[in-house]
């Protein structure tokens, strides 16, 4: 019984150390998960209050030219819209413009329009289109390279864009377009887009007198997005988030990419947690991924389950080493061992 007592003592504490370093390690689970959702939840609202905040750029946009009925010239939009983007983060949003809503037939029109605010000879294009509406883009601010390019595209004559502004004229209100690539993109460095069409409905009696039949509206208030800069300007506002994301269009069941973060399929493989997120951004659903980075548990991740793991074991070394010791047989005295010793020698 004295040679396994030892054993006895040491398996005993050892379990008894296990059991009380599962309640700890759960514990710092179910307090690791809910911090995750907790940080989930803030990287979703960042994305969506990102879009909700330029899409609200773009409605005062749609306020202001209602405020001034007729044709807004190029230079009171460019004023207002600069206005407006230096109040505000931009990144994400490229810009803010006008599309004329026109008939097929009068191209010449927003063709007038843009040799008359940017000195552009352009013809609308694509030339051809078998819409009977079409809807150039004849203002489009800030005008640089890449919204240069836009200048007289029409985009109705593409099926996702105009499903998009099909749907603002029905409602009469903001709508987002399905993910598209944007005809800025003219780079290597190519993003999936969207749109966001609001109805600009003050036809001025100039336009209606040179229209060959009537329009519903004048035409949209609208703005290109890049999706992957307005994703990372979100997530990186203020503190970076320690999440990767991804980000789908999922409006009717669909499922459409708009962004991955970069080392998304990196991270996913090793990580312990996932969220997913869903909002309605004008009349679309988007669905975001969240799994959390290295960086998320820290220097200090499962700190205490470790120290309790350790200490468990030692104390269990410890005890049994010291029962060893207390049941190992004492030696005889000294004194006694002289006994003998004379006893012997006397037989002998």
């Given at each position: 019984?004295?040679?396994?007592?030892?054993?006895?003592?040491?398996?005993?504490?050892?379990?008894?150390?296990?059991?009380?370093?599962?309640?700890?390690?759960?514990?710092?689970?179910?307090?690791n998960?809910?911090?995750f959702?907790?940080?989930?939840?803030?990287?979703?609202?960042?994305?969506?209050?990102?879009?909700?905040q330029h899409?609200?750029?773009?409605?005062?946009?749609?306020?202001?030219?209602?405020?001034h009925?007729g044709?807004?010239?190029?230079?009171?939009?460019?004023?207002?819209?600069?206005?407006?983007?230096?109040?505000?983060?931009?990144?994400?949003?490229?810009?803010?413009?006008?599309?004329?809503l026109?008939?097929?037939?009068?191209?010449?029109?927003?063709?007038?329009?843009?040799?008359?605010?940017?000195?552009?000879?352009?013809?609308?294009?694509?030339?051809?289109t078998?819409?009977?509406?079409?809807t150039?883009?004849?203002?489009?601010?800030?005008?640089d390279?890449?919204?240069?390019?836009?200048?007289?595209?029409?985009?109705?004559?593409?099926?996702?864009?105009?499903?998009?502004?099909?749907?603002?004229?029905?409602?009469?209100e903001?709508?987002?377009?399905?993910?598209?690539?944007?005809?800025?993109?003219?780079?290597?460095?190519?993003?999936?887009?969207?749109?966001?069409?609001?109805?600009?409905?003050?036809?001025?009696?100039?336009?209606?007198?040179?229209?060959?039949?009537?329009v519903?509206?004048?035409?949209?208030v609208?703005?290109?997005?890049?999706?992957?800069?307005?994703?990372?300007?979100?997530?990186?506002?203020?503190?970076?988030?320690?999440?990767?994301?991804?980000?789908?269009?999922?409006?009717?069941?669909?499922?459409?990419?708009?962004?991955?973060?970069s080392d998304?399929?990196?991270?996913?493989a090793?990580?312990?947690?996932?969220?997913?997120?869903?909002?309605?951004?004008?009349?679309?659903?988007?669905?975001?991924?969240?799994?959390?980075?290295?960086?998320?548990?820290?220097?200090?991740?499962?700190?205490?389950?470790?120290?309790?793991?350790?200490?468990?074991?030692?104390?269990?070394?410890?005890?049994?080493?010291?029962?060893?010791?207390?049941?190992?047989?004492?030696?005889?005295?000294?004194?006694?061992?002289?006994?003998?010793?004379?006893r012997?020698?006397?037989?002998?």
């Amino acid at each position: 019984m004295n040679r396994i007592l030892p054993a006895i003592v040491f398996v005993v504490v050892l379990a008894i150390g296990i059991g009380m370093t599962l309640m700890v390690y759960r514990a710092e689970e179910a307090a690791n998960r809910a911090r995750f959702e907790i940080v989930a939840g803030e990287s979703a609202d960042r994305i969506r209050d990102q879009v909700r905040q330029h899409v609200a750029l773009v409605s005062a946009t749609g306020a202001f030219m209602n405020a001034h009925p007729g044709v807004v010239t190029r230079p009171a939009f460019d004023t207002f819209v600069g206005g407006i983007g230096r109040a505000g983060d931009f990144d994400g949003l490229r810009g803010i413009g006008y599309a004329r809503l026109i008939n097929t037939g009068d191209e010449a029109l927003a063709e007038a329009d843009l040799a008359d605010s940017y000195d552009l000879q352009r013809r609308v294009w694509p030339e051809t289109t078998d819409q009977a509406w079409r809807t150039p883009i004849v203002l489009l601010s800030p005008d640089d390279m890449r919204n240069h390019v836009a200048l007289g595209f029409d985009m109705f004559s593409e099926a996702t864009r105009r499903a998009a502004m099909q749907a603002a004229l029905d409602s009469g209100e903001m709508r987002v377009s399905a993910p598209v690539e944007l005809v800025q993109e003219i780079t290597e460095d190519k993003q999936a887009g969207f749109l966001v069409y609001i109805p600009y409905t003050d036809i001025p009696a100039n336009v209606l007198a040179s229209a060959r039949t009537p329009v519903p509206v004048a035409g949209f208030v609208y703005a290109p997005f890049r999706a992957g800069d307005l994703h990372i300007a979100a997530l990186s506002r203020t503190a970076e988030m320690p999440v990767v994301v991804e980000t789908f269009d999922t409006t009717d069941g669909g499922k459409t990419l708009l962004y991955r973060s970069s080392d998304f399929a990196q991270q996913s493989a090793r990580s312990a947690y996932g969220v997913d997120r869903s909002f309605e951004i004008g009349g679309r659903q988007w669905t975001v991924t969240i799994r959390e980075t290295a960086q998320f548990g820290g220097a200090n991740e499962w700190l205490n389950t470790f120290v309790l793991g350790a200490i468990s074991l030692l104390l269990a070394a410890a005890l049994a080493t010291s029962t060893w010791f207390q049941s190992k047989p004492s030696p005889p005295p000294k004194s006694c061992m002289r006994f003998m010793r004379n006893r012997c020698r006397r037989r002998t």
